[in-house]
């Protein structure tokens, strides 16, 4: 399983309000079923990484079907295959750390 | 005010099990008495953006402090100086729009 | 048209030194058929985000079937369609800037 | 040294031409006298990390001193202390892979 953040950025548009562009794309993780986290910096995926491609990419798209005419998208894919990874297992990871 | 995502990695150490350097890292910004939430796939700091340019140097220095001889840092900062600018403003102002 | 950086790295692996997985993308990209612009600090392509999509897809799984356990990928999207948006006219915009 | 690639981004300005403000960041760049490269995604640094910090520092005020309100920068950082770690020295180890 892979763990995945993106944020969809209209460039050139809303006046640094973009709230409205963020919603969009929520909305489309919503519908896609995989679990997801929303947070201040943008939302993190947790799925099958052809799963999560599919979402990503209709995800940018949707800036676009807003009005915007140019989006930039960052995504970081943490993928691991030796073992469980899920955002729940990575928190846990670090607390336990923390904890000793 | 500043919104800073942050994720220190460690090259080539570990066999992929990182979670003892994010804890290090997350253990300097505890220290540091600025706002902060931990997430699957980083750290988000909230604060005046000198401070968090301080700390973000120390976090990158902690993994090498732990054995590291190669480490990977990414920031994303959000930076907006029109109005409030807080990791909660920001959340709200995403949920606000899902309402409507 | 799009631009987008990406770089591939497996985490836990070759004790820091990575330019053999580095390679392995770049294989990918140059039997792709698109425009590429190699840097210290990842690959750019540009072209249809469709194919890019479908390269980067492929170019993530590189270094899994190069041994890794896990990998750690970074995209960055740049795409603009109101006007032609490839690498050159990016480069020759901030140059006509750096010239007035 | 540190090889660490920077783009700083208005947002909410410009209606998606920025070519201005990459150029004004780019002048500070050059009079830092640091090696660097242009390239469509951003530049890359090379360097002392305490230098680079400093230089990013101020480019990331560039932008909001030339009229924008909110600006997004993105920052990675490649550091690696156990042998020399320059961009010249990235490139010609994937070439090197490349030849094999």
Redesign the interface.
Known sequence: MA?V?ISC?P??????????F??GC??LVKESGLNY??????T?LEGE??EI?ALV?KM?ESP?NAGA??????????????REHT??R??R??E???VE
């Open positions: 763990v953040q950025t460039l050139g548009e809303g006046s640094g309000g973009l709230s409205k963020v919603a929520l909305q986290q929303l947070t201040p910096m943008g993190i990484l052809d491609f990419r940018h676009f005419h140019r989006v930039s998208t960052l995504i970081k894919i943490d993928d691991r295959r030796d955002m729940e990575k928190m990871s670090v336990e750390q923390l």
